[in-house]
């Protein structure tokens, strides 16, 4: 079942959270137009679409104004397409424990990975990674309560965090080499482990993933544009 | 609402958002046992229990079960007691527009606003620069509407009316008058307080906001 309901999607291919909406779109089959950006050198489009952050990723649906910020956007797409491929559970309780889950991941865990880059001190390093490794085992955690014994964070596929946290799986590869450690495995974050096997290879997520290229690309603009801070 | 519901609050008199939850209680008619914590001195065990990684409040505890952070209590009480007073609007887009001001406020103005009060120097100019133009960006949102959430007040208005009982301590450690560069937000704060029982019956004090400012100040060795 596909959709042309004039859905556009400005987004980036290295950027998680762009590819989180377009794990969503994939699971509710809704067609859409994806607009690349440039983040270097950043459209009309884009600066008139989300002038208050000039971020992707931005929702553009029919002749409505654009929404940015990747969480909003989900729950939009859930509110207009509750009937297909429901992202957020119905019970009041059960929702309040994602958003909580998700406010984590994008407000503590996820940016200790940018906190890793710009750190040059070799041992605040080692201290940011103890923290990754926490927070890994935090999310562990989380997957066990919010799963209910099923294989993804939504049950028995897909749900709000799979997309949440999974939308993260290629930087934390990358930032695993790169670093030299290991933020999921099989000893300490065992059912994470093989719930990041099932992410990666499923049908909404994998042609999605940005390839080692596209990060390690993002990851020189980064180290130039925003480079780390001096010891 | 079930006779044997329980709600208890754990808050601090003096956070905006904990004010955004007690207003949200009010809103839809909802009693609770509200526990003020000492977040300065002494967290309580029940705090440290019910929010073990942040160990922040506002936290709603309802039949036993803890939700935590301001924006998620505020969706979680709308969706629960769903029977009157809705704070969020029903049409889809309407929602995320409000979800994403109320983001805004929660993550930019706020953030700029600790600055304004909590640092010296360069930092400290560049966050006043930062925080007015943040309010500047919520009064081109608030437009000519009575509120933000347009005739009825709403889920943005709840989110962001109580940061006006922090606006004295802003303009007198940023040098600011709010007043004179945003005066549709001071009329629209203004407009609140005096329409809505829900907000009037929660607000503090300004000054004595302002004097937790003061103390909050000489605890963080910023003030002598």
């Known amino acids: 079942m596909t959709k042309s309901d004039g859905f556009k999607l400005l987004g980036t291919a290295a950027s998680p959270f762009v590819n989180r909406v377009q794990f969503v779109l994939n699971l509710k089959s809704i067609e859409y137009e994806y607009i690349v950006e440039n983040l270097a050198c950043k459209s009309e489009l884009l600066l008139t679409s989300n002038p208050v952050y000039q971020k992707v990723p931005v929702l553009i649906h029919a002749n409505k104004p654009p929404i940015p910020e990747s969480l909003v956007i989900i729950e939009y797409l859930d509110e207009m397409y509750p009937d297909v491929h429901p992202i957020l559970p119905s019970n009041p309780l059960d929702r309040a424990e994602n958003r909580f889950w998700a406010s984590y991941i994008d407000n503590k865990f996820f940016p200790l990975f940018e906190e890793l880059r710009k750190t040059p001190d070799k041992e605040e390093k080692e201290a940011i990674k103890k923290q990754i490794i926490e927070g890994s085992q935090l999310l562990e955690e989380a997957f066990v309560k919010v799963s209910k014994g099923k294989d993804y964070f939504g049950g028995d596929d897909a749900g709000y965090l799979d997309v949440v946290l999974g939308c993260f799986l290629a930087w934390v590869k990358f930032v695993e080499k790169r670093n030299e450690f290991n933020i999921i495995d099989e000893v300490r974050t065992p059912k994470l482990k093989k719930w990041v096997n099932r992410i990666w290879s499923h049908e909404a997520f994998k042609d999605v993933f940005p390839g080692s290229e596209t990060l390690m690309n993002l990851f020189m603009m980064l180290q130039t544009h925003k480079p780390p801070r001096k010891i | ?224």
Not at chain 2, 34 to 63: A, F, G, T, Y
Not at chain 2, 143 to 162: A, C, H, Q, R, T
């Open chain 2, 1 to 224: 609402m079930a006779e044997n519901e329980e709600v208890i609050l754990l808050d601090f008199w003096a956070s905006m958002f904990g004010m955004r939850v007690r207003i949200g209680l009010a809103e839809k008619g909802i009693s609770y046992d509200h526990r003020q914590e000492d977040l300065l001195e002494n967290k309580s065990q029940l705090l440290l229990e019910m929010n073990p990684i942040h160990k922040k409040i506002p936290v709603l505890i309802h039949n036993g079960k803890p939700i935590c952070e301001s924006s998620i209590i505020l969706e979680y009480i709308d969706e629960t007691w769903n029977d009157k007073a809705p704070l969020l609007p029903s049409d889809a887009y309407a929602k995320a527009r409000a979800r994403f001001w109320a983001g805004f406020i929660t993550n930019k103005l706020d953030q700029a606003g600790r600055k304004v009060y909590r640092t010296k120097g360069e930092e400290h100019e560049k966050s006043r620069q930062e925080f007015m133009e943040c309010l500047k960006l919520l009064e081109g949102e608030l437009g000519d509407k009575p509120f933000f959430g347009g005739e009825n007040f709403g889920y943005l208005d709840v989110s962001f009316i109580p940061f006006y009982s922090w606006f004295q301590a802003y303009e007198t450690y940023g040098n600011l008058n709010i007043e004179l560069e945003c005066p549709k937000l001071i009329a629209w704060a203004k407009r609140c307080i005096q329409n809505k029982e829900s907000v009037s019956n929660i607000f503090p004090d300004s000054s004595k906001v302002f004097a937790f400012v003061q103390l909050l100040r000489k605890k963080l060795g910023i003030d002598d």
